[in-house]
């Protein structure tokens, strides 16, 4: 039923920027968690950021605290993830995801899920 679709990936230098958009479809956008994870080729699929859909609090993992901002626009049902200071690490498919639950850190938490976006960062 929910379709989302990210968008902004690309390749940028060290210490460069990007902005991914996740778009959604459907109105009920504003009850899901929205989150960003990060997969990098012979590696598992890892959390990097989230937004509740109760209070709009923002939670990250520890290698992006300070460097990534998530944030959304639940009028546009869109979900942001500003990456600033991009290191060659960060290089992955970046997905969204949407679920029902207040805050999410695991992928088995999110029901729909993107179809990634490549942000490559070289150095």
């Known amino acids: 039923q929910v379709q989302l679709v990210e968008s902004g990936g690309g390749s940028v230098q060290a210490g460069g920027s990007l902005r991914l958009s996740c778009a959604a479809s459907?109105?009920?956008?504003?009850?899901?968690?929205m989150g960003w994870f990060r997969q990098a080729p012979g590696k598992e699929r890892e959390f990097v950021a989230a937004?509740?859909?109760?209070?709009?609090?923002?939670y990250y993992a520890d290698s992006v605290k300070g460097r990534f901002t998530i944030s959304r626009d639940n009028a546009k049902n869109t979900v942001y993830l500003q990456m600033n200071s991009l290191k060659p690490e960060d290089t992955a498919v970046y997905y969204c995801a949407a679920g029902p639950y207040d805050i999410g850190y695991k992928p088995r938490e999110y029901e729909y899920w993107g179809q990634g976006t490549q942000v490559t960062v070289s150095s």
């Open positions: 459907g109105p009920r956008f504003s009850s899901y968690a």
């Open positions: 937004i509740s859909w109760s209070d709009a609090n923002t």
